[in-house]
């Protein structure tokens, strides 16, 4: 895994950033864990009759993308180990099943960058940023 994802990990463990997107280790507790296989076995049947919206393998095939996480959006996260170095990996969203987008950075760049773009809505309808907060579970 990535070293700041395992930095992370032993500083935080599992749990939920700015109340929206959930981080837990793929080899974690079982409910998650079991929830992980449940996500690769989904995404791997969409993969084979939607090959051009899934252009990743997921694990554990050779190069297949490992979740790590979720956002309550409805968007699956994984790390794509698309080097031998795990610090190089990217990161693959997959929006509501209905294709990927990948970031080029490192997995604290992409928690900063989600956060930022982050927005809710207070009690009396404005909309903000949101507040960066983590609560472990």
Not at 18 to 47: K, Y
Request: with cysteine.
């Amino acid at each position: 895994m990535p070293s700041d994802f395992k930095a992370f990990m032993d500083a935080y463990g599992t749990g939920v950033i700015a109340e929206e997107l959930v981080i837990f280790h793929p080899h974690g507790s079982s409910p998650l864990l079991d929830r992980m296989v449940r996500i690769h076995e989904s995404f791997t049947e969409s993969r084979e009759r939607r090959p051009d919206d899934f252009p990743h393998p997921f694990h554990p095939e050779a190069g297949g993308l490992i979740s790590w996480g979720y956002d309550y959006g409805g968007d699956e996260h994984f790390f794509l180990p698309c080097d031998p170095d795990p610090d190089q990996w990217k990161i693959v969203t997959m929006a509501h099943e209905e294709g990927c987008e990948v970031f080029d950075g490192p997995f604290t760049d992409f928690i900063l960058a989600f956060v930022e773009r982050l927005e809710f809505m207070d009690e009396d309808g404005n909309i903000g940023p949101a507040v960066p907060s983590f609560e472990a579970f």
